[in-house]
């Protein structure tokens, strides 16, 4: 696992990485809130051992280095930041890896630009497209997003965020992965991330940008919520016990006639929102079988 750094038009994105850059194929994986890069150490080696060059990046805004001075955090422009980091890559084929907003940013960048990638894998997040039929579907989902809202709160949201050590973030993790503590060591590596210099903005920026109530009640629609096709391969997993996103929501969520490539939904029993730290044997089996028959 190797630090690096990637540039896309003014903004820099450090990244780890693994594998030999001059693989046939890549696969990026892209990580989601209240979590940062490291959050993919149990799969960067398995996936190099495999054959495949391995990226994993901070996400726009993650860092001072890749804050955009208009401040936009749009799914457009985060997707947009992924696609480039894709076509810099000289390798035949590249797969992409998301988990919750990581998923969000990979179901908006294969809509966007499908000749980029040969397949995605999202996780804990259903098809951003359908988020408000299924949030109909399944009202509970009201209550599981609850903190949606209140980070539209803006000062207060921002003050609650890292008090205490980051403490209310600390507690989502606790209540979406409910079989899961991750450790202090590596709650540590996350609230660097946070605390750097603009972070916290950055990352409440995600959900007040694109995850109001009016967005996800469908009562206005953002440009990428616009885009339902999704003409790459997919595979969308979820978590049976997931806090934060209903499991049901996928059931409500995932229709073959949005992946015009061929799509599937695979339950993990007894996981949780972090499922990959959960469950990583099992997530790396399937994350392989996956992009290898892709």
């Known amino acids: 696992m190797e630090p690096s750094t ?9 990244a780890l990485t693994a594998g030999e850059n ?4 890549a696969v990026i994986l892209l990580h989601g809130f209240p979590d940062d890069h490291t959050t993919f150490s149990a799969q960067l080696g ?9 990226v994993a990046p901070l996400l726009r805004g993650y860092e001072p280095s890749s804050q955009p001075a208009d401040g936009d955090y749009g799914l ?7 696609i480039a980091m894709a076509e810099q890559l000289e390798v035949d084929e590249v797969h992409l890896v998301g988990h919750d907003w990581g998923a969000v940013t990979a179901y908006v960048a294969a809509a966007s630009s499908p000749e980029t990638f040969a397949s995605i894998v999202t996780m804990a997040v259903p098809h951003l497209a359908r988020i408000p039929q299924s949030v109909r579907r399944v ?9 949606m809202t209140f980070f539209q709160l803006r000062w207060l949201s921002d003050r609650a965020a890292s008090r205490n050590d980051w403490a209310l973030l600390r507690r989502l ?3 979406w992965s409910p079989g899961y503590e991750i450790d202090d060591d590596q709650w540590r590596e996350r609230t660097t991330t946070f605390g750097a210099p603009g972070v916290r903005s950055a990352m409440l920026s995600y959900y007040r940008q694109n995850a109001t ?3 996800l009640l469908g009562l206005r629609k953002t440009e990428a919520m616009r885009l339902t096709s999704v003409p790459v391969r997919t595979l969308a997993i979820t978590g049976s016990d997931d806090g934060c996103i209903d499991t049901r929501m996928f059931d409500k969520g995932m229709f073959d006639e949005d992946f015009p490539c061929g799509m599937r939904v695979e339950r993990i029993e007894g996981a949780g929102h972090f499922v990959h730290l959960e469950q990583p044997d099992r997530i790396n089996e399937l994350l392989l079988d996956w992009i290898g028959a892709a």
Do not use: C, M
């Open 213 to 215: 109530p009016p967005i």
């Open 139 to 147: 009202p509970i989902q009201l209550v599981k997003s609850w903190y």
């Open 46 to 54: 398995p996936i190099a051992d495999a054959g495949f060059f391995v």
């Open 173 to 175: 993790w606790r209540w």
């Open 76 to 82: 457009v422009a985060i997707a947009g930041d992924v």
């Open 22 to 25: 001059d693989s046939r194929a």
């Open 6 to 14: 990637i540039a896309v038009g003014n903004l820099e994105f450090s």
